[in-house]
């Protein structure tokens, strides 16, 4: 009781402090951690060019009221299928998948599957939009190694807008290889979605959108799965955390403290990051986590039957504000009995054969990440100049460095390079001027650029051709124009052919539909049992994705007797008339023999001409390999 007292007593101390810009919230740790929906397939079909099982989903995108703040007001969000977080897709590798995203919100939208190296069309392009009223239909690989993936809004100018009301949840890839190790699963194995929101007095969002905000929306309340300041009761045993950062614009550094014993960090062990597991456990008592990140962890919670541990945050990390909550994030309430043994052994020092890239030096692009003149821009370039938004070609397949850096005084970046795996070679500048010993061992798509920071990080461009993005995951500098296109460009004497090509992520044959409201409800029409069934077969007559793991292997055969050419990347370029004219040139700077889309616009294409879109069969094996390819 005096323990109780103690604490009841510290936090009511904090709770009287005037850094609030919410209304005070006065609620810590006494309401329970929500656990997101798993997601079931409405249907499933067989893929015929796989023999393996292709899941059809939908998913409803549509407000909902949720009570947040005890004494005020319902909370008007915006979430997929009404949920904030949204449901959780748990997919197995190997099994396709087709998720029609149907829009009843406010306002339009795009859907990345962050970490998914979908195609083009299914990326989330942001002008690639859905408006109110239409669906579109997404359609997935899932046959990369196991990991952390979350699907989120896109839209051009309003992902922060949309995300911040809601709009993300996890989706979960496992594998037989990563199955194998018996981590702690089922009720020890927890998905924890972090977030931070500003909320006006009557317990409505403050709107960054309406407001005007430019530059962060740090959020002075924070949120794991959707309830601000959880609690989560936990057995007196090991437990395996999916950790994301769904936050707009906040960072944080957690560690681990019993609630007698705050200045003695805690120990846990990461063993996966965005893109899978790592190559061997890091134990660590510190845990960078920036926007769109995601870092697994264990914990053994056994020396603490009975007790309180809470999960600690540097309130004011990087360029973010402190307030008067922000030095904590939730709470473990460890009983004292273990209810299964199971999946509770010694966490594997190895943990997998990580497939790093073939280690180079040469930096083949630089990459400026600032604010100036009012504007956030990489290399003076904003997302709106289209003439020089697609800032770099490299060759498909090809193995670049590219060095990020940034020179934006006061604020942090976390940069996403979407399609790709990287591995982080070196950071310099700032105050942690180091790779830190769990990034060292992973590959990522998302790397944190603190103040002052350059990091160069090592990828191969694959396995597709095509339009992608690459930007600041601080939605808001994102919606201001802190992102750019690269355009992974094809091979001429590749001898690799392939039935259907996505190089453009605009192609109108793939965009969002309008539908009846009549249809929907009725399952007519475009949501009739014939129209999904014909839909299915549609994509899966495509051959998106059936021979991946074939093809990443004679990418990597090609690329291993031939070397990349010297690329140089530049800030501007002379007025064009195409919208996709690159500012990135090579010595042989043949663009129309070099880039297989240099003449396909980024935000409009020609008539639909299959004759150009799709290819005779392919030369080499067909056999598909789905279950094999990991990256």
């Known amino acids: 009781m005096l323990i109780n007292a103690l604490l009841f007593s510290s936090f ?11 209304p005070e919230y006065k609620y810590f740790f006494q309401f329970p951690l929500p656990l ?18 292709i899941d059809y989903y939908e998913v409803d995108i549509k407000p909902v009221e949720q009570q947040l703040y005890p004494g005020l007001g319902k909370t008007r969000l915006v979430g997929y299928d009404g ?26 939208n795009s859907v990345h599957l962050h970490g998914s190296y979908s195609r083009a069309p299914f990326d989330g392009w942001a ?94 309340v924070f949120h794991v799965n959707g309830q601000p300041w959880p609690y989560l009761k936990v057995e007196p045993r090991k437990y395996r955390f999916r950790f994301l950062n769904s936050a707009v614009s906040r960072s944080f550094e957690l560690s681990l403290v019993e609630d007698t014993k705050t200045s003695t960090k805690i120990p846990m062990t990461v063993i996966g990051s965005d893109t899978g597991l790592l190559l061997n456990s890091v134990q660590t008592t510190d845990l960078d986590i920036s926007m769109a990140e995601r870092w697994e962890v264990v914990i053994d ?12 945050n540097v309130g004011d990390i990087g360029a973010d504000t402190k307030y008067a909550g922000t030095d904590r994030v939730m709470r473990f309430v460890v009983g004292t009995v273990v209810t299964s043994t199971e999946n509770n052994g010694p966490i594997p020092s190895k943990l997998r054969d990580v497939p790093f890239p073939p280690f180079k ?58 399609l790709i795996d990287f591995q982080i070679i070196s950071r310099t500048g700032g105050q942690r001027n180091t790779v830190l010993p769990y990034e060292k061992v992973a590959l990522k798509d998302v790397v944190w650029l603190g103040k002052g920071e350059t990091v160069k990080v090592i990828a191969r461009y694959a396995p597709w051709d095509g339009l992608y993005m690459f930007h600041c995951h601080n939605l808001i500098h994102e919606d201001h124009e802190m992102m750019a296109a690269f355009n992974v460009t094809g091979l001429e004497d590749f001898g690799y052919t392939e039935k259907t090509h996505f190089i453009d992520p605009m192609e109108p044959r793939y965009r969002a539909k309008s539908f009846s409201a009549t249809d929907l409800t009725d399952r007519t029409g475009d949501f009739s049992d014939s129209a999904i069934e014909d839909k299915v077969n549609y994509f899966t007559d495509l051959d998106a994705y059936s021979d991946v793991s074939e093809l990443e292997e004679e990418l990597e055969e090609y690329w291993s007797t031939r070397s990349a050419t010297t690329l140089q990347t530049v800030t501007t370029s002379k007025s064009s008339s195409s ?14 023999k070099k880039t297989s889309s240099s003449k396909t616009s980024s935000t409009k294409t020609k008539d639909d001409d299959d004759d150009k879109k799709t290819t005779s069969k392919k030369t080499s094996s067909t056999k598909a390999t789905t279950t094999s390819t990991k990256r």
């Not at 998948?97 to 306002?107: P, Q, S, T, W």
């Open 12 to 22: 009511a101390t904090l709770s009287l402090a005037k850094d609030w810009e919410s």
């Open 36 to 53: 997101p929906s798993t997601k079931s397939p409405l249907k499933t079909f067989t893929n015929p060019a796989t023999g393996n099982p």
């Open 127 to 220: 002008e690639d939009t859905t408006e109110p009223g239409q669906y579109k239909d997404y359609y997935y690989p899932n046959v990369q190694a196991a990991r952390t993936l979350w699907y989120h809004d896109h839209a051009i100018d309003h992902t922060a807008e949309n995300a911040y009301f809601g709009q993300a949840g996890f989706y979960i890839l496992s594998d037989p290889e990563e199955q194998a190790l018996n981590l702690p699963s089922g009720k020890y194995e927890v998905a924890l979605g972090l977030s931070s929101r500003r909320y006006n007095k009557d317990g409505s969002l403050w709107d960054p959108e309406k407001n005007g905000e430019k530059t962060s929306i740090y959020g002075d």
């Open 579 to 592: 919208k996709t004219t690159s500012s990135t040139k090579t010595k042989d700077d043949d663009d129309d």
């Open 361 to 418: 030096t040469t930096v083949d692009r630089h990459f400026r990440f600032e604010s100036s003149g009012g504007q956030w821009k990489i290399n003076g370039v904003t997302w709106a100049d289209e003439a020089n938004r697609v800032m770099a070609k490299p060759l498909r397949g090809a193995i670049e460095v590219w060095e990020l850096e940034n020179s934006s005084g006061g604020w942090t970046h976390p940069i996403h390079i979407h």
């Open 83 to 108: 949920q904030v977080p949204g449901p959780t897709f748990r997919m197995t590798q190997g099994r396709e998948a087709i998720v029609r995203f149907i829009n009843h919100a406010d306002r339009a």
């Open 301 to 312: 919670f056994a020396s603490y039957a009975g007790k309180n541990l809470t999960f600690k």
